[in-house]
Protein backbone atom coordinates (compact mmCIF):
# COMPACT_ATOMS: atom_id res chain seq x y z
CA UNK A 1 0.00 0.00 0.00
CA UNK A 2 1.53 3.30 -1.31
CA UNK A 3 2.34 5.87 1.81
CA UNK A 4 -0.60 8.55 1.86
CA UNK A 5 0.74 11.43 0.09
CA UNK A 6 3.36 9.84 -1.81
CA UNK A 7 5.77 11.85 -3.55
CA UNK A 8 4.78 11.54 -6.97
CA UNK A 9 6.58 12.12 -10.61
CA UNK A 10 5.69 15.76 -10.72
CA UNK A 11 6.88 16.25 -7.00
CA UNK A 12 10.31 14.95 -8.12
CA UNK A 13 10.62 17.03 -11.36
CA UNK A 14 9.80 20.23 -8.93
CA UNK A 15 12.64 19.68 -6.81
CA UNK A 16 14.80 18.81 -9.73
CA UNK A 17 14.13 21.80 -11.33
CA UNK A 18 15.52 24.08 -8.40
CA UNK A 19 18.18 21.79 -7.15
CA UNK A 20 21.42 22.88 -7.58
CA UNK A 21 23.85 19.66 -8.74
CA UNK A 22 26.74 18.60 -7.58
CA UNK A 23 29.70 18.60 -10.36
CA UNK A 24 32.34 16.58 -8.23
CA UNK A 25 29.70 13.63 -7.91
CA UNK A 26 28.85 14.11 -11.46
CA UNK A 27 32.12 13.75 -12.84
CA UNK A 28 33.23 10.45 -10.17
CA UNK A 29 29.72 9.15 -11.67
CA UNK A 30 31.39 9.60 -14.95
CA UNK A 31 34.33 7.97 -14.17
CA UNK A 32 36.49 11.33 -14.26
CA UNK A 33 38.51 12.37 -11.39
CA UNK A 34 37.00 15.25 -9.82
CA UNK A 35 39.59 18.08 -7.93
CA UNK A 36 38.81 21.01 -5.49
CA UNK A 37 40.97 23.74 -4.61
CA UNK A 38 41.76 24.33 -0.87
CA UNK A 39 40.87 27.44 0.43
CA UNK A 40 42.81 29.10 3.80
CA UNK A 41 43.40 32.69 3.24
CA UNK A 42 41.87 33.61 -0.02
CA UNK A 43 37.76 34.00 1.00
CA UNK A 44 36.54 36.60 -1.18
CA UNK A 45 33.38 35.31 -3.14
CA UNK A 46 35.55 36.59 -6.14
CA UNK A 47 37.56 32.91 -5.82
CA UNK A 48 34.33 31.14 -7.27
CA UNK A 49 34.12 32.20 -10.86
CA UNK A 50 37.88 32.34 -10.80
CA UNK A 51 38.09 28.89 -9.83
CA UNK A 52 35.23 27.91 -12.65
CA UNK A 53 37.33 29.40 -15.06
CA UNK A 54 40.70 28.02 -14.01
CA UNK A 55 38.69 24.40 -14.78
CA UNK A 56 38.25 23.40 -10.68
CA UNK A 57 35.32 21.13 -9.97
CA UNK A 58 35.28 22.32 -6.43
CA UNK A 59 36.35 24.86 -4.09
CA UNK A 60 37.24 23.30 -0.12
CA UNK A 61 37.21 25.07 2.65
CA UNK A 62 39.02 24.04 5.78
CA UNK A 63 37.33 24.54 8.93
CA UNK A 64 39.42 22.57 10.95
CA UNK A 65 42.72 23.74 10.48
CA UNK A 66 42.04 27.69 9.59
CA UNK A 67 40.08 30.51 11.34
CA UNK A 68 37.10 30.52 8.59
CA UNK A 69 33.29 30.64 10.10
CA UNK A 70 30.54 29.42 8.89
CA UNK A 71 29.11 32.83 7.37
CA UNK A 72 31.95 33.02 5.39
CA UNK A 73 31.70 29.38 4.14
CA UNK A 74 28.37 30.11 3.77
CA UNK A 75 28.64 33.44 1.57
CA UNK A 76 32.01 31.11 -0.77
CA UNK A 77 29.62 28.37 -0.87
CA UNK A 78 26.65 30.23 -2.38
CA UNK A 79 28.77 31.97 -4.83
CA UNK A 80 29.81 28.03 -5.75
CA UNK A 81 26.49 27.00 -6.53
CA UNK A 82 26.11 30.50 -8.58
CA UNK A 83 28.92 29.16 -11.25
CA UNK A 84 28.39 25.68 -11.47
CA UNK A 85 31.03 24.26 -9.24
CA UNK A 86 30.74 22.33 -6.19
CA UNK A 87 31.44 23.47 -2.31
CA UNK A 88 33.13 21.33 -0.16
CA UNK A 89 33.94 22.11 3.75
CA UNK A 90 36.27 20.22 6.07
CA UNK A 91 34.36 20.20 9.44
CA UNK A 92 36.29 20.75 12.62
CA UNK A 93 34.74 17.90 14.33
CA UNK A 94 32.45 15.13 13.82
CA UNK A 95 29.28 16.95 15.04
CA UNK A 96 25.80 17.62 14.02
CA UNK A 97 26.58 21.15 14.61
CA UNK A 98 29.34 21.30 12.76
CA UNK A 99 27.63 19.01 9.43
CA UNK A 100 24.14 20.18 9.69
CA UNK A 101 25.03 23.88 9.41
CA UNK A 102 27.78 23.25 7.13
CA UNK A 103 25.04 21.96 4.54
CA UNK A 104 22.23 24.56 5.91
CA UNK A 105 24.69 27.35 4.74
CA UNK A 106 25.24 25.96 1.04
CA UNK A 107 27.93 22.94 0.99
CA UNK A 108 27.61 20.37 -0.89
CA UNK A 109 30.16 17.64 0.13
CA UNK A 110 31.18 17.79 4.14
CA UNK A 111 34.70 15.91 5.06
CA UNK A 112 34.59 14.39 8.25
CA UNK A 113 38.27 14.26 10.14
CA UNK A 114 39.33 10.99 12.36
CA UNK A 115 36.25 8.73 11.48
CA UNK A 116 37.49 5.72 13.30
CA UNK A 117 34.63 3.84 13.76
CA UNK A 118 31.35 2.63 12.42
CA UNK A 119 29.86 4.45 15.25
CA UNK A 120 31.64 7.72 13.72
CA UNK A 121 30.61 6.77 10.57
CA UNK A 122 26.83 6.69 11.04
CA UNK A 123 27.17 9.51 13.07
CA UNK A 124 28.36 11.88 10.69
CA UNK A 125 25.43 10.38 7.96
CA UNK A 126 22.91 11.08 10.94
CA UNK A 127 23.84 14.71 11.10
CA UNK A 128 23.88 14.74 7.10
CA UNK A 129 21.34 13.09 5.08
CA UNK A 130 17.67 13.61 5.76
CA UNK A 131 15.55 10.59 6.59
CA UNK A 132 15.11 7.74 6.08
CA UNK A 133 19.08 7.56 5.42
CA UNK A 134 20.04 9.70 8.34
CA UNK A 135 18.65 11.85 11.04
CA UNK A 136 19.22 15.59 9.53
CA UNK A 137 17.00 18.21 10.86
CA UNK A 138 14.49 19.74 7.67
CA UNK A 139 14.91 23.08 6.38
CA UNK A 140 12.85 24.05 3.66
CA UNK A 141 15.06 27.17 3.20
CA UNK A 142 18.87 26.71 1.43
CA UNK A 143 20.84 27.52 -1.12
CA UNK A 144 20.63 23.80 -2.19
CA UNK A 145 16.84 24.41 -3.94
CA UNK A 146 17.73 28.21 -4.58
CA UNK A 147 15.53 29.21 -1.62
CA UNK A 148 11.77 27.30 -2.76
CA UNK A 149 9.22 26.55 -0.83
CA UNK A 150 6.29 24.20 -1.36
CA UNK A 151 8.68 21.27 -2.32
CA UNK A 152 7.38 17.52 -1.57
CA UNK A 153 9.21 16.38 1.59
CA UNK A 154 10.10 12.65 0.37
CA UNK A 155 10.91 14.26 -2.85
CA UNK A 156 13.31 17.39 -1.70
CA UNK A 157 14.70 15.09 0.86
CA UNK A 158 15.66 12.05 -1.73
CA UNK A 159 16.86 14.78 -4.38
CA UNK A 160 19.01 16.49 -0.83
CA UNK A 161 20.72 13.40 0.06
CA UNK A 162 21.64 12.30 -3.82
CA UNK A 163 23.59 15.79 -3.91
CA UNK A 164 24.80 15.64 -0.47
CA UNK A 165 28.33 14.26 -0.59
CA UNK A 166 29.75 12.72 3.02
CA UNK A 167 33.44 11.77 2.85
CA UNK A 168 34.93 10.51 5.95
CA UNK A 169 38.18 11.10 6.25
CA UNK A 170 40.68 7.54 7.03
CA UNK A 171 43.70 9.18 8.50
CA UNK A 172 44.51 6.68 11.82
CA UNK A 173 45.50 2.96 11.84
CA UNK A 174 42.48 2.35 13.50
CA UNK A 175 40.28 3.95 10.65
CA UNK A 176 42.26 1.80 8.33
CA UNK A 177 41.64 -1.12 10.40
CA UNK A 178 37.76 -0.79 10.36
CA UNK A 179 37.79 0.36 6.77
CA UNK A 180 35.79 -1.94 5.51
CA UNK A 181 33.16 -1.31 8.02
CA UNK A 182 33.42 2.18 7.41
CA UNK A 183 32.62 1.83 4.09
CA UNK A 184 29.47 -0.04 4.66
CA UNK A 185 27.42 2.18 6.36
CA UNK A 186 24.49 3.13 4.29
CA UNK A 187 25.11 7.30 3.25
CA UNK A 188 28.92 7.32 3.19
CA UNK A 189 30.05 8.39 -0.26
CA UNK A 190 33.52 8.74 -0.76
CA UNK A 191 36.56 7.35 1.84
CA UNK A 192 38.82 9.98 1.80
CA UNK A 193 42.68 8.93 2.55
CA UNK A 194 44.35 11.99 4.86
CA UNK A 195 47.16 10.82 3.44
CA UNK A 196 49.76 12.89 5.48
CA UNK A 197 48.33 11.96 8.84
CA UNK A 198 47.87 8.64 7.71
CA UNK A 199 51.13 7.95 7.35
CA UNK A 200 52.04 9.53 10.50
CA UNK A 201 49.79 7.41 12.47
CA UNK A 202 51.64 4.39 10.80
CA UNK A 203 55.02 5.34 11.67
CA UNK A 204 56.16 6.41 8.10
CA UNK A 205 55.71 10.30 8.22
CA UNK A 206 56.08 11.77 4.60
CA UNK A 207 56.91 8.24 2.95
CA UNK A 208 54.36 7.79 0.00
CA UNK A 209 56.16 5.65 -1.42
CA UNK A 210 56.17 2.81 1.12
CA UNK A 211 55.20 -0.21 0.81
CA UNK A 212 53.23 0.53 3.82
CA UNK A 213 51.29 3.43 2.92
CA UNK A 214 50.55 1.49 -0.47
CA UNK A 215 48.86 -1.71 1.12
CA UNK A 216 46.94 1.00 3.25
CA UNK A 217 45.06 2.78 0.22
CA UNK A 218 45.22 -1.08 -1.36
CA UNK A 219 43.03 -1.60 1.64
CA UNK A 220 40.88 1.32 1.44
CA UNK A 221 39.86 0.91 -2.22
CA UNK A 222 39.13 -2.89 -1.27
CA UNK A 223 36.74 -1.68 1.32
CA UNK A 224 34.93 0.88 -1.00
CA UNK A 225 34.31 -1.58 -4.06
CA UNK A 226 33.21 -4.27 -1.57
CA UNK A 227 30.35 -1.45 -0.35
CA UNK A 228 29.70 -0.98 -3.89
CA UNK A 229 26.46 -2.04 -5.49
CA UNK A 230 24.50 -1.18 -8.30
CA UNK A 231 22.51 1.26 -6.90
CA UNK A 232 25.36 2.42 -4.63
CA UNK A 233 29.12 3.52 -5.86
CA UNK A 234 31.50 4.25 -2.86
CA UNK A 235 34.45 6.20 -4.39
CA UNK A 236 37.96 7.28 -2.33
CA UNK A 237 39.29 10.42 -2.47
CA UNK A 238 43.33 11.36 -1.98
CA UNK A 239 43.87 14.59 -0.12
CA UNK A 240 47.16 16.04 0.97
CA UNK A 241 49.36 14.36 -2.14
CA UNK A 242 49.53 17.58 -4.60
CA UNK A 243 53.33 17.81 -4.70
CA UNK A 244 53.16 14.13 -6.02
CA UNK A 245 50.85 14.51 -8.80
CA UNK A 246 53.20 11.54 -10.63
CA UNK A 247 51.62 8.96 -7.84
CA UNK A 248 48.03 10.41 -7.68
CA UNK A 249 48.13 9.50 -11.90
CA UNK A 250 49.48 5.69 -10.60
CA UNK A 251 47.07 5.11 -8.04
CA UNK A 252 43.90 6.80 -10.27
CA UNK A 253 45.09 4.08 -12.64
CA UNK A 254 45.18 1.52 -10.31
CA UNK A 255 42.06 1.48 -8.44
CA UNK A 256 39.17 3.03 -10.30
CA UNK A 257 37.37 4.33 -7.23
CA UNK A 258 39.62 6.42 -6.79
CA UNK A 259 37.81 9.45 -8.42
CA UNK A 260 38.59 12.60 -6.15
CA UNK A 261 42.04 14.71 -5.64
CA UNK A 262 42.70 17.77 -3.66
CA UNK A 263 44.59 19.21 -6.65
CA UNK A 264 46.22 22.47 -4.69
CA UNK A 265 45.69 25.27 -2.21
CA UNK A 266 45.32 28.99 -2.42
CA UNK A 267 48.59 29.70 0.24
CA UNK A 268 50.49 27.80 -1.80
CA UNK A 269 49.53 28.62 -5.16
CA UNK A 270 50.06 32.71 -3.92
CA UNK A 271 53.43 31.98 -1.92
CA UNK A 272 54.89 30.21 -5.54
CA UNK A 273 53.84 33.30 -7.70
CA UNK A 274 55.14 35.99 -5.25
CA UNK A 275 58.29 34.01 -5.26
CA UNK A 276 58.62 33.65 -8.73
CA UNK A 277 57.81 37.36 -9.66
CA UNK A 278 60.22 38.46 -6.52
CA UNK A 279 62.53 36.52 -8.40
CA UNK A 280 62.57 37.83 -11.26
CA UNK A 281 62.65 41.35 -9.85
CA UNK A 282 65.99 40.07 -8.12
CA UNK A 283 67.26 39.34 -11.45
CA UNK A 284 66.73 42.51 -13.27
CA UNK A 285 68.31 44.30 -10.21
CA UNK A 286 70.95 42.24 -10.90
CA UNK A 287 71.14 42.91 -14.56
CA UNK A 288 71.01 46.46 -13.97
CA UNK A 289 73.47 46.71 -11.52
CA UNK A 290 75.75 45.45 -13.50
Known sequence: MAPINAATEADF???LAVARP???KQQMEAGQ????????IVLSTEIAPMAQRAGYHALLMNLEHSATGLETAS???TACLNVGITPMVVVPTNSQEWISRSLDAGAQAVIVPHVDTVAGAISAVNAAKYPPVGKRS??????????TTGLHYDAMAKVSNDT???MPMIETREGLDNVKEIAAVNGIDVLLVGCGDLCVDLGIPNDHDSPIFHDAIAQVAAAADAASTPNRKVFVGLGGMEARPELMEKLVKQYSCIRYLM?????VHLFNGMKAQAQKMAEMNERVQS
Open 13 to 15: DAV
Open 22 to 24: NLV
Open 33 to 40: IAHSLGLR
Open 75 to 77: AVS
Open 138 to 147: ITMFNAITQY
Open 164 to 166: TLI
Open 263 to 267: AGRDI
